[in-house]
């Protein structure tokens, strides 16, 4: 069991979810993993690397950007970060690896 593939993910901040999408190291092309994990779990295991402290952040003026629709939605950046937590996850919870569905 290791996580290989990413396909999609978000972080809903009002429900404090990862929702993603991803593949195991022996799934089949057309097999697809769902899961839902609580963001706690990721700053828990160590993988959130986000400073919340800038003393210039505060002080921008700049307007925010046109293109950024949906405030309550973010993404992790770094995919191999997020391959890294999903396999440390399923290691220590493996009963929560959801089965492969097909798509």
């Known amino acids: 069991m290791e996580v290989v593939e990413i396909i999609s993910h978000y972080i809903d901040k009002n429900q404090n979810i990862i929702n993603i999408e991803f593949k195991l190291i022996g799934d089949d092309e057309d097999i697809v993993r769902e899961d839902m994990i609580e963001y706690n779990f990721f700053e828990e295991f160590g993988y959130d690397n986000k ?16 293109w950024d629709l949906d405030e309550d939605v973010d993404y992790i950046e770094d995919e191999d970060v997020l391959i890294s937590f999903l396999n440390e996850y399923y290691i220590v ?9 097909i798509k």
């Open 51 to 66: 400073k919340p402290y800038d003393m210039f952040e505060s002080f921008m003026t700049e307007d925010e950007d046109e």
């Open 93 to 101: 919870y493996p009963k929560k690896l959801p089965k492969g569905q």
